[in-house]
């Protein structure tokens, strides 16, 4: 399973309001259904609260995924609600955008919080 005990978490710089978005265009995870590998681009945008993710521990916590057995869904969801419990954001996107696979492409969007129009996608 996904371990989110390898994320860790640090002050953010400013009290001011400020966006962060992190995009990996290398996840891996396997589809339950034939055992195939899914590729996709994870972006995660956020305005933070009091933490701020930490990259290489973000990076080896998307690793995690590689030999799991989960559906796109599960993956967005996931994400979100280990990042939203974590560091408790002020809002928090998380999108995913899958390779194509029998030309179906899909691109699932979870949220937290109210996340500013601005954006939204």
């Keep these: 399973m996904p371990d989110v005990k390898l994320l860790e978490f640090f002050p953010s710089p400013s009290q001011q309001p400020f966006v962060i978005e992190h995009v990996n265009e290398e996840f891996t995870s396997v589809c339950p259904k034939t055992g195939h590998p899914d590729f996709g681009t994870i972006t995660v945008r956020f305005q933070p609260g009091a933490t701020c993710v930490e990259l290489k521990s973000l990076k080896l916590y998307f690793q995690s ?3 799991e057995g989960i559906f796109y869904e599960a993956v967005t969801n996931r994400i979100r609600d280990d990042l939203a419990a974590a560091m408790k954001p002020i809002w928090l996107q998380v999108i ?3 390779k194509g696979r029998g030309g179906i492409r899909s691109r699932i969007t ?12």
């Design 65 to 67: 995924f590689r030999n």
């Design 110 to 121: 979870a949220t937290s919080g109210d996340v500013p129009a601005d954006w939204r996608r």
């Design 96 to 98: 995913t955008d899958w």
